[in-house]
């Protein structure tokens, strides 16, 4: 769009010449160079309606963004709006255990809410991720392998379609969208709010067990073991990690390669202790924190970013691990090294995860034993070169024990999303897209294709 563009008002854009456009542009994932022909800010739905009609007229696609986790994952933006839904806050309804969360809150604004009423939400392991993205993903907590995936404990989503429609839809009011939504993603509308399943949970068993990295090899060989009868009230992560040299970070751990287990188990302390055991009698650990905990303390022990960095990540659904796999696994990150990457990251699925519910959406459930999401932090060109390069070293190493399906959340690399789901499933989402967004109006970090 050119400096004599006409001039906008309702709602107001902001324009590549505008001296604003670089701050606004920005994502959380600082690696994304977004660049689109114009930038919106909407406050209410209303906001976002008129952002659509916008859209409409200078025949722009829309691209619907809270914190832009995934930003990095969205084709070319110079034909297209991007939307920035600050649409906040979170109403909560403890007698029938639900959260009215807004598309501009971040998981830290729900457990906040909801904690004071002795409720847990289905909350990512960051307080700053987007819980809408998120749970449209699908959505795997600390509590995954007992209540299964976030995008099948909703309610309700409220939102705005192509044709500038305010739509609720839920199991019995557009079921077929509600479905859809419900693991497709930002495909199908501008989703404005979303209506969460609480549960009566005030206190969990959490924390880490933290190794030296010359223990990596018999705590990845335990801790797979342990995983195969682990107890569904259990769910756990273990990463190889560099952690960088920052000064939250402890002193003995900066800049240093580490094994790391950390989870949640939704048992008394007695209990959640036997069940750990299989994993954290290996080796001599440095650090082990696990114990009682509100369930608000989930957001932090994953360690994640403070704030926004750049970042490039990729991911695997993985079958069960044998032995040759825990060694492709361990050669290709390379323990005592990492480097470039930050970290290479094995979750815990099964239990619950691993059931489809009555009413599920599009992502129903999680295949295999484990997800794997490698990433970096590429500081430069040239260190982006190379963690992309250990990326590609990671997932290929693994792709031999890969269940061919992926979970979009985690695919910071882009692409369709017809490799997410299992038969039958996209080619429905592709029957969905073409009634509410026959023209591909939105445009999405993973599209699902109407042609």
Known sequence: MSANAPAL???????????DYDAARMAWNLAA????????VARDVDDVIDAIDLAVELGLQVVPQGTGHLASALPDMSQALLLKTALGGVEVNPEARIARVGAGAVWKDVVDAVTPHGLAALSGSSHDVGVLGYTLGGGSSWLARAKGLAANNVHAIELVTADGRFVRCDATHEPELFWALRGGGGNFGVVTAIELDL???????????????DDARAVVADWVAWSRTAPEEVTTSLRIL??????????????????????????????????????RATGTPLVDTWAPMSPAGLLEIHM??????????DTLMLEDLDEAGIDAFLDAVDPQVVAPLLMAELRQLGGALARAPKGAGAR??????FLL?????????????????????????????STGTTYLNFAERGGEAADAFGEGVYERLRDVRGRWDPDERFLASHRIATR
């Open 199 to 213: 549960f009566p949970i005030t206190e969990v068993f959490g924390g880490m067990t933290v190794w030296p990295i």
């Open 242 to 279: 560099r952690p960088p040299p920052l000064p939250e970070i402890p002193e003995f751990m900066r800049d240093t390669p580490i094994v790391v287990v950390d989870g949640a188990v939704l048992a008394d302390a007695p209990e959640a202790e036997a069940m750990l055991r299989g994993f």
């Open 373 to 401: 999401f490698a990433c970096g932090v590429p500081m430069s060109p040239e260190h982006a070169v190379a963690v992309a390069a250990g990326l590609d070293r990671v997932t290929t190493a693994l792709r031999g024990w």
């Open 33 to 40: 160079d977004q660049r689109p022909a114009a930038i919106v």
């Open 364 to 369: 129903d459930r999680f295949e295999g034993a």
């Open 304 to 313: 994640d970013p403070p704030g926004p960095v750049p970042a490039m990540g």
């Open 9 to 19: 008002t309702a709602p107001v854009a902001i324009l590549p010449e505008h001296p």
